[in-house]
């Protein structure tokens, strides 16, 4: 199989693109997928943190692209899953220290040994951006229905289209059915609307999210939780596979469903 | 400044509390026996340290001065004139620590991606929280809790230790030795602790004063 390069980006800070790397990495991982993560922020890494690997790194990207150590040694086995790899981002030096260049020869390295790579995008339009799409095949746009996200994603879909990168999907994180239903929150159709591209997902607020983060355990591992239900989904999606949306309704215990039925009934 | 080499009672003294640094009694030293050419021939001098503790290490450096110079150094009958008993420590941690010139004092927290290196000791006032990192030739003494990665002995000094009021690392290094605490267990220890590396391997342990 053709390994794809997937860039995870947003524009605007706090969305959840490191979330949803974690958690779409380790649920392609689940499927015996082979997947490295690469966290490109740096000076702000969390993406090590997210996974829980935190102690473990002893290389990180900087010291990759200065030849200061070799790929193999940087990469960070994951603890749960075997094909899940972590190339960490260096916390003491800043954005400047790679350029766009050595992150194209990285991705092109990593193609030969892995079936997914993806990597996440610090927020912001400027050299971190730069550097995370150079060596990306297709991006991944997360946005929160909130004006400022939809706003900020939109510029970046049209940055991406200027580089090159035609086909974004769209990642639509943190929603809350019942705000929507009562028109306090942005639809999906609105939102749709204003960026015209494919929505590869929908992902709930879910409170596992806080506590599997905090946990360094990414959500996905959770049967329970919504949003990692949703990542598994989206997931199957990355890969080709055709998935009907989720139903986002919150109303999912059987009383409500049993309500529903009597009405199609009737 | 009063001399570092003082003759008194047809004894000759060295007075560890005329200087502040170690450096600066060795340069007074050598500079002193000097100019005072071969007055001194063949005698033999002791040392008054006061309430400051010399090293091993300290104490042969002192010698070779001494020697260069015909001069020997005369060991005193009882330990306390070195310093080791007196002070009341361990000494054989401190025969252990190995002997760095320079000290750095950091009086301040280390926040995330701050970085320190040092080629010899420093010393943190403050904490060092996760994403900071402390790097130093020597040995690392935080007085707060250390929750980042710390590297002592980075030019492999072996017998260099870390020592914190609060151990709680995301990862220790010492000279080519990488740790990180277990993973799924949460290891709670409300005392100051000292890592070193103890018959090839990390080692724990309280720390006595």
């Avoid at chain 2, 010698?63 to 310093?83: K, M």
């Amino acid at each position: 199989m053709k390994s794809r390069v997937l860039v995870v980006t947003s524009g605007k800070g706090g969305v959840g693109k490191t979330t949803t790397t974690a958690n779409l990495g380790t649920a392609l991982a689940m499927m015996g997928k082979k997947v490295v993560l690469l966290d490109t922020d740096i000076g702000l890494r969390n993406l090590d943190v997210v996974l829980g690997l935190e102690n473990r790194i002893v290389f990180d990207i900087v010291d990759v692209v200065n030849a200061k150590c070799k790929l193999k040694q940087a990469l960070i086995r994951d603890k749960r899953f075997e094909g899940l790899c972590l190339l960490p981002a260096a916390q003491t030096k800043d954005k400047s220290a790679v350029t766009p260049h050595q992150m194209k020869n990285l991705t092109n390295e990593l193609r030969s040994d892995f079936d997914y790579i993806l990597v996440d995008c610090p927020a912001g339009i400027e050299q971190g951006f730069r550097n995370a799409i150079a060596g990306a095949d297709d991006a991944i746009v997360v946005a929160t229905p909130e004006v400022s996200s939809v706003r900020d994603a939109d510029r970046i879909i049209g940055l991406l289209e200027a580089a090159g990168l035609n086909k974004s999907r769209l990642i639509i994180n943190r929603l809350r059915s019942k705000m929507v239903k009562r028109g306090d929150m942005m639809n999906i159709e609105d939102i749709l609307d204003i960026l015209s591209i494919d929505l590869l997902g929908v992902v709930p607020e879910d409170e596992v999210i806080v506590i599997s983060t905090n946990r360094g355990e990414p959500a996905v591992m959770e049967n329970a939780s919504r949003a990692g239900a949703a990542y598994r989904r989206i997931a199957r999606r990355v890969t080709g596979e055709e998935v009907p949306m989720f139903n986002l309704d919150d109303s999912n215990n059987i009383l409500d469903r049993f309500k529903k039925l009597l009405k199609l009934a009737r | 400044m009063s001399a570092v080499l003082k003759s008194s009672n047809g004894k000759m003294q060295i007075n560890m509390q005329s200087c502040r640094t170690f450096a600066e009694i060795k340069d007074q030293l050598e500079e002193q026996l000097k100019t005072a050419g071969d007055f001194w021939l063949g005698g033999g001098v002791s040392i008054e340290t006061g309430h400051k503790v010399l090293s091993s290490k300290q104490l042969e450096e002192i010698q070779t001065i001494l020697s260069g110079h015909g001069l020997h150094l005369q060991t005193n009958d009882s330990e306390a004139s070195t310093g080791f008993e007196s002070s009341g420590h361990d000494p054989s941690l401190f025969e252990q620590l190995p002997y760095y010139e320079d000290t750095a004092l950091i009086c301040k927290s280390l926040r995330s991606g701050q970085k320190i290196f040092t080629e010899g000791n420093v010393v943190i006032l403050g904490d060092v929280n996760p994403g900071a990192e402390v790097v130093a030739g020597g040995n690392i003494l935080v007085m707060g809790s250390l929750r980042g990665m710390v590297h002592a002995g980075v030019f492999g000094d072996d017998a260099a230790l870390v020592a914190a009021y609060r151990l709680s690392p995301t990862q220790l290094r010492i000279a080519s030795h990488i740790t990180r605490p277990p993973d799924g267990e949460l290891i709670v220890v409300q005392c100051p602790e000292l890592a070193r590396i103890r018959g090839g391997k990390v080692c724990i342990e309280k720390l006595k004063i």
